[in-house]
């Protein structure tokens, strides 16, 4: 199964201006019987540090959903880094588009803040 990964970007809703944290898909490992896997970077691209908590997300494809879950984290995303988080899309149809959207829950100065997350995903 290949698909061709689309960017994601989301912007902080809280109270601290600052850049819009990005998400980039890296790719879409399909060894599993289960499930594929999405293997997503997040870089925080601020001059502080945050922690992340939580992804919640759905897979559409036409309109429907094909996979909806959520990813529990405790990842700590220093200033400038980035991690890769592994996000679980049940078997989909590898011929359709899809849209990933959902929503990252992270801390930051010690406020919940949440990211609104979106990509395309094309076949390939």
Known sequence: M????GLLLFTALGCHP?????L???GL???????DVVFVQVTNPASHAMRLTKLEYT?????????????????ELAAG???VVEVPLDQADS???MTLQGKLTGIVDQIVQTYPVEAQIAPH
């Open 2 to 5: 290949r698909y061709l990964l």
């Open 18 to 22: 600052q850049q819009p944290t990005e």
């Open 24 to 26: 980039r898909v890296l």
């Open 29 to 35: 490992d399909s060894s599993d019987t289960r499930h």
């Open 59 to 75: 897979f559409a494809s036409s309109g429907t959903t094909v996979s909806a879950g959520e990813v529990p984290l405790e990842r």
């Open 81 to 83: 880094a980035a991690v």
């Open 95 to 97: 011929s359709k588009p």
